[in-house]
């Protein structure tokens, strides 16, 4: 999980960037007649939220919302006590402290007078927060993951190439080391490496489910099958 | 290693004949596997994993990522089908007018749900909170497993100590706890940190922020082993403490005194919170208890490593033996700014056992 240096390059990752992609939901809000688009992000699910404002939450629900022409506002069930961080790591001027993320979207539509709200992947959002807003007097527009990320721009794939930059030389210096240790050394000393280069997030399926490298070998091989099953099906 | 707990099994099939469930599916998520884990203890790699129990006792899987079909199906002793996405698995594995309920409902795509209620041709009921009523006291092989990550907490806190010095960033110091607890054995830690003084009014991921002389160094560590989670929070000083410092930790550990002396079998975890609430109150701090400063004053643990209750005054429930709680006064003072203090409770039947064997004392590095 995130837990690793949650930051805001600016040279990485320019404001720029951000306003163009806030553009691209904006021109959706208009063109659809929207009031506002909704995006959802919990700890897991955080990618629609992330690409739009860089707000990641280490923990617990929240709401992006792009209201027509204004800037982002986030509806965050994170304590106030932390928002003078994410403002920190974001571009979130505005966030209301939201136990419920839909109580505090319906409040500030009904302060606003709004009629027509998008939501990025209506059907995707947990079903105790998809009952809510369905259960309201708003109506709800299904907006597709697609019309709001579209395809990676030159920032993102830079932004992917030092990831793996950092990956591929992580692994040349340890895995020399590997044949001695057991696979949660080699886990840990991968953890330890990565997470001390800067990343926020490793995601280590060796350790997640395998036990060793012979183990792994067959379960890649049998991912192959299933690829060529399918294939084969399809 | 316990996989599939026939204790807990046979707990849940009670559960169904009571409500009149045909079908009891544990639903899992990356951020939420202890839905699904309860039942079946794979740490699944794809994004998604559904077990299924029939009333007759049968378990049988649907996992998202191939990899999870062989520990899946070791696991279960049932049938297990991979599918790339979710929703085509859910239409077969529950047959038309069952009584279906889901445990991990609200945290389920409402997709999911629907292809449930669509293949069932009825609404299905959310088993969340009774299966974790049932999860709360646990058994005593996963009691075995929080011993264990209690006893890597308490590693992980030595290193901790071991590594934290002036210069070194806040991150640098937490890659080298995860580092040091994966390569003990953890599946996961929740961790958070927080450095510097009175300015610090809560914990989050570190920053880049670089350790000072002076600054309180605070964390909660919370090592996973095989699925089940155990907490420690301690705060740390580089250098030597100031006297305010010190205050601010007496205040802390009698806090966590009165819970751990009040913890047993009968008392309402609203108690649990007041005596430590009481301790601020009493030293002048009793504005310091409430939620612009601090969050709960401690939590249930299990898969889960933020289970429910909470141990806050406004909530009510009635604690049981062989639950297992951590108690953390865990707030914002002027003295020292936010200071944290906590061990892992196991409940008995008398009183209450710490988990945790770090010493309790404000540490220096």
Known sequence: ?234 | MLKLNPERKKEFLDLMARRGWDLLLFYGDTWRKDHFRCLVSVCFCGPQALAVLTKEGEVRAVVTHPWDVEPVKTATGGSVTYVPRLVEGLKNCVSESANVAINGLEQMEARFVRAVQEATGKTAASATADVEEIRRVKTQEELEWIRKAALLADRGYEQFVRVARAGMTEFELVAEVEGYLKAHGAEDNFMLVASGGTEVTAMKPPTARKLQVGDSVITELTPQINGYYAQICRTLVIGPPSEKQLESYAIFAEAQKAAQDLLRPGVDISDVARVQNDIFRKHGFGDYTGPQYTRVRGHNLGLYPDELPHVLENVHYTCKKDMVIICHPNTYLPLSGYMVFGDTLLVTDTGCVSLSQTERRLFQA
């Open chain 1, 1 to 234: 999980m995130k837990r690793g240096l949650v930051t805001w390059d600016k040279g990485e990752l320019p404001p720029e960037e951000l306003a163009s992609r806030l553009a691209v939901v904006h021109n959706v809000v208009r063109t659809k007649g929207l009031d506002a688009l909704v995006l959802y992000s919990d700890v897991w699910r955080c990618n629609d939220a992330r690409y739009l404002s860089n707000y990641m939450p280490y923990w617990n629900r929240a709401f992006v919302v792009v209201p027509r022409d204004e800037k982002p506002i986030l509806l965050c069930s994170l304590s106030p006590r932390v928002y003078p961080w994410i403002k920190t790591v974001t571009v979130h001027e505005t966030i209301v402290a939201s136990p419920s993320p839909p109580a505090s979207l319906f409040k500030l539509g009904a302060e606003r007078g709004w009629k027509r709200l998008g939501i990025c992947d209506l059907d995707g959002l947990p079903a105790d927060l998809h009952a809510e807003l369905t259960s309201g007097n708003t109506e709800l527009v299904d907006i597709s993951r697609a019309e709001v990320r579209h395809a990676p721009s030159k920032v993102e794939v830079q932004m992917h190439a030092r990831a793996a930059r950092m990956a591929r030389e992580v692994l040349e210096k340890e895995i020399s080391n590997a044949k001695a240790q057991t696979d949660h050394e080699l886990t840990g000393q991968l953890e330890l490496q990565l997470r001390r280069a800067g990343a926020e997030d490793v995601v280590d399926r060796h350790s997640l489910v395998l036990g060793q490298t012979d183990v792994y070998r067959r379960h890649k091989g049998k991912e192959q099958d299933w690829r060529r099953q399918r294939e084969l099906n399809s």
